[in-house]
């Protein structure tokens, strides 16, 4: 019985939506406490970088430009969501988007397009020395991974030696318009896989450069036991 009342019918709570705009600071604080509401407007650009504790970004959130660069495990971007100008997404979990989606991307500030973004496996070493552009030839290394890239279009040996897991080699590659490339390519003696690591042009010996990578600017102070 209801006692001459009607029963309260059980409706779906609405989730709340924001209509101020708010400042990028605040934005990147309350989206990092997940404490950010759907509809989030930012007054202009959002930089959300370099957080590994981003799972999800607001629903319908809107801001002039977007950087999520190196947030690993943001994997997908938010339904709703409105950017004016680029989204940065270097590094990020995001690894696809629907065709026809009408974001600008970049990458390291580079604009790239979506074959360059997401299907870095089907950029070539040669596709990378016929790319004139000397940023975006950056990027296109940087999406190959330096392992690859040299394993397709060789490379010069400046230095090689030995250490505990083998011969090693520095290898650089000349651009003419921009700085070679140069790489200490090692093996682990533990495991016996082959690490290539990029390192600074003037490096002149394999010392030298595994110094560097150890974080020694003096290729005397660095004398470990087993370098790898």
């Known amino acids: 019985m209801s006692n001459g009342r009607i029963p309260k019918k059980v409706t779906k709570q609405q989730p709340q939506v924001s209509n101020e705009p708010v400042s990028p600071g605040l934005a990147r604080r309350l989206i990092l406490e997940h404490r950010a509401i759907p509809g989030m407007r930012v007054l202009g650009h959002l930089d959300v970088s370099d957080a590994p504790q981003l799972y999800h970004l607001p629903e319908n959130l809107t801001c002039e430009s977007l950087d999520i660069s190196d947030c690993v495990n943001l994997t997908q ?135 560097w990578i150890a974080g020694f600017d003096h290729p005397d102070d660095y004398q470990p036991l087993i370098e790898a």
């Open 77 to 211: 971007l938010p339904i709703g969501l409105h950017v004016t100008h680029w989204i940065e997404l270097a590094g990020s979990g995001i690894t696809s988007l629907e065709p026809g989606h009408g974001f600008v991307l970049r990458w390291r500030g580079v604009q790239v397009s979506d074959k360059i973004a997401f299907a870095g496996d089907s950029i070539t070493g040669q596709d990378i020395l016929n790319t004139e552009n000397v940023e975006l030839r950056r990027v296109l290394i940087e999406r190959v991974g330096y392992e690859r890239f040299i394993q397709q279009v060789g490379g010069l040996i400046r230095h090689r030696d030995r250490d505990a897991g083998g011969e090693r080699q520095l290898i650089y590659i000349p651009f003419e318009d921009d700085e070679p490339l140069m790489v200490l390519k090692v093996i682990c003696p533990s495991t016996g896989h082959i690490h290539v690591l990029r390192v600074p042009p003037y490096m002149q010996t394999c010392h030298q450069a595994a110094a």
